[in-house]
């Protein structure tokens, strides 16, 4: 009997983390990529001639852990933790620096803070591309893809936001919307009589998926973002939208986005911005894949020489850019993805666009890069 009863002991204080785990799951999570490319940059329009270099990246690596706990009433508390996985040693960004946050979750959607994509990158198509490396197109669509800042990075349109209030609701019929806004941390200190003592991000998302057909569409403004925190009487505001739609033909995947940005970066002046994408992706046969992909942003239109952000040309003719790509990817695996590719990147006489990861173009240069890459998840 004495022996039946220590057993049942040492059982129950065995079992005991295991209920305890059971009420809280962690998981790890990652996303290992290597690229590596040779660029040509190419003759700009004064006659300068870069230098041609190689260039080794990591863009969208990250390690992560996230969790849940079941609350009752079909309700759940969660976090996230991403964190930038740099394996050359580049990029020294602490924890937290990708997706993070807290929030609650059920039938009512999902609420959450944290540093998180806005509502409206995350319902942009990008069929084809990448937002950023050597394939990426969020420059030209968007005027880059990054984690900004309360208060800045005023012509950056695909945007990781710090200091976000998010809410996603649930699928009705794979329907979706999503919403967020910023606090105004920037603005300690500032003075109240500033006219951009409150700089703000607002973002709208909405997407639809249903058998082969995604649809996505976005909003963001800008509120008192040019020349945010400055003792002034102007600050300006931007506005950025997106419709975009991708349809699965077998197993040919092609799509299209558009994209309006617009702003008003000095008193009396103003800046627009429009460009577009479309794409393919062929799941030729088992492991064997094919992608293209062509982008184009137009002419800078609006107030001579107004800038709009640091990635755009100045307001002016022959200020857009052309961009194509190719790439053969080989699934190794369900997890693991090698592929080779060809980027062209044409600037027009006076527009200065990089390609992604190479910095420093010149107007009017035309890049080329061959580049391989190896990408990993878990």
């Given at each position: 009997m004495q022996k039946k009863v220590i057993a049942l002991a040492v059982a129950g204080a065995l079992a005991a983390p295991a209920a305890a785990m059971a009420q809280s799951n962690v998981q790890v999570y990652g996303n290992i990529y290597m690229e590596y490319s040779f660029v040509r940059q190419g003759t700009a329009t004064n006659g300068s001639d870069a230098a041609n270099p190689d260039v080794l990246q990591t863009p969208g690596s990250a390690i992560g852990f996230k969790g849940e706990e079941k609350l009752g009433g079909g309700m759940s508390a969660w976090f996230q933790c991403e964190s930038s996985a740099d394996y050359r040693g580049t990029n020294g960004d602490g924890f937290c620096t990708r997706n993070s946050a807290v929030g609650l979750k059920g039938n009512f959607g999902s609420f959450f803070v944290g540093n998180w994509d806005t509502p409206s990158k995350r319902a942009q198509l990008n069929t084809c591309g990448l937002d950023t490396g050597i394939y990426g197109t969020a420059f030209l669509l968007s005027g880059n893809s990054t984690t900004t800042s309360d208060g800045a990075s005023t012509g950056v349109f695909k945007r990781r936001q710090r200091n976000s209030i998010n809410y996603d609701s649930p699928s009705f019929g794979g329907f979706?919307?999503?919403?967020?806004?910023?606090?105004?941390?920037?603005?300690?200190?500032?003075?109240?009589?500033?006219?951009?003592?409150?700089?703000?991000?607002?973002?709208?998302?909405?997407?639809?998926?249903?058998?082969?057909?995604?649809?996505?569409?976005?909003?963001?403004?800008?509120?008192?973002?040019?020349?945010?925190?400055?003792?002034?009487?102007?600050?300006?505001?931007?506005?950025?939208?997106?419709?975009?739609?991708?349809?699965?033909?077998?197993?040919?995947?092609?799509?299209?986005?558009?994209?309006?940005?617009?702003?008003?970066?000095?008193?009396?002046?103003?800046?627009?911005?429009?460009?577009?994408q479309l794409g393919a992706e062929w799941k030729i046969s088992g492991p064997h894949n094919l992608h293209f992909a062509y982008t184009q942003a137009d002419d800078m239109k609006g107030t001579a020489g107004a800038s709009m952000g640091p990635v755009r040309p100045n307001v002016g003719v022959d200020t857009g850019a052309k961009l194509w790509q190719v790439r053969y990817l080989h699934d190794f695996s369900k997890r693991t993805v090698g592929s080779i590719g060809y980027v062209a990147l044409k600037n027009d006489a006076n527009a200065n666009y990089d390609l992604g990861g190479v910095s420093g173009s010149a107007a009017g240069a035309k890049h080329r890069a061959f580049a391989v890459s190896l990408q990993h998840k878990f």
């Amino acid at each position: 009997m004495q022996k039946k009863v220590i057993a049942l002991a040492v059982a129950g204080a065995l079992a005991a983390p295991a209920a305890a785990m059971a009420q809280s799951n962690v998981q790890v999570y990652g996303n290992i990529y290597m690229e590596y490319s040779f660029v040509r940059q190419g003759t700009a329009t004064n006659g300068s001639d870069a230098a041609n270099p190689d260039v080794l990246q990591t863009p969208g690596s990250a390690i992560g852990f996230k969790g849940e706990e079941k609350l009752g009433g079909g309700m759940s508390a969660w976090f996230q933790c991403e964190s930038s996985a740099d394996y050359r040693g580049t990029n020294g960004d602490g924890f937290c620096t990708r997706n993070s946050a807290v929030g609650l979750k059920g039938n009512f959607g999902s609420f959450f803070v944290g540093n998180w994509d806005t509502p409206s990158k995350r319902a942009q198509l990008n069929t084809c591309g990448l937002d950023t490396g050597i394939y990426g197109t969020a420059f030209l669509l968007s005027g880059n893809s990054t984690t900004t800042s309360d208060g800045a990075s005023t012509g950056v349109f695909k945007r990781r936001q710090r200091n976000s209030i998010n809410y996603d609701s649930p699928s009705f019929g794979g329907f979706k919307v999503m919403g967020a806004f910023s606090s105004t941390n920037s603005s300690t200190g500032t003075p109240q009589a500033n006219a951009g003592a409150k700089p703000r991000i607002w973002s709208l998302g909405a997407s639809y998926k249903a058998g082969n057909l995604d649809v996505g569409a976005g909003f963001e403004q800008h509120d008192k973002m040019y020349g945010a925190n400055t003792v002034g009487p102007f600050t300006g505001d931007a506005q950025g939208w997106h419709l975009g739609a991708a349809y699965k033909f077998g197993p040919v995947k092609v799509g299209g986005v558009y994209t309006n940005q617009e702003g008003d970066p000095a008193a009396g002046a103003n800046a627009e911005v429009k460009a577009w994408q479309l794409g393919a992706e062929w799941k030729i046969s088992g492991p064997h894949n094919l992608h293209f992909a062509y982008t184009q942003a137009d002419d800078m239109k609006g107030t001579a020489g107004a800038s709009m952000g640091p990635v755009r040309p100045n307001v002016g003719v022959d200020t857009g850019a052309k961009l194509w790509q190719v790439r053969y990817l080989h699934d190794f695996s369900k997890r693991t993805v090698g592929s080779i590719g060809y980027v062209a990147l044409k600037n027009d006489a006076n527009a200065n666009y990089d390609l992604g990861g190479v910095s420093g173009s010149a107007a009017g240069a035309k890049h080329r890069a061959f580049a391989v890459s190896l990408q990993h998840k878990f």
